[in-house]
């Protein structure tokens, strides 16, 4: 990857393996689930952890980004849209089939 944003990326892509790590050692654990706003809707508390972990190791690396974490909003975070650089988190992708154990 050319240009200037080598640095950010890398420890960007590093902080995400990280999270990912994460998820992986939930994935057959048994979890905590709860709805969020319809009964198909659900957030675990590995969600919610890998968020936090997320906003919080690259807001101290990069404390001038705002942050839109998808379990935050679900919470009451205000979802504020600027022109400065923001990261938008999703921490599972398909949680439902995470809550199931299913790798698909």
């Not at 690396?61 to 999703?90: H, M, N, R, Y």
């Amino acid at each position: 990857m050319a240009g200037t944003w080598t640095a950010e990326y890398e420890f960007a892509l590093d902080i995400v393996k990280q999270g990912g790590e994460i998820i992986k050692k939930a994935f057959h654990r048994e979890k905590q689930v709860t709805e969020k706003s319809f009964h198909t809707d659900l957030v675990t508390e590995t969600d919610q952890e890998v968020e936090k972990f997320l906003i919080k190791n690259l807001g101290d690396k990069f404390p001038q980004t705002k942050f839109i974490g998808e379990e935050s909003v679900a919470e009451g975070k205000k979802c504020e849209l600027t022109t400065g650089p923001t990261w938008v988190i999703d921490p599972i992708d398909g949680t439902t089939n995470f809550v199931h154990s299913n790798p698909n």
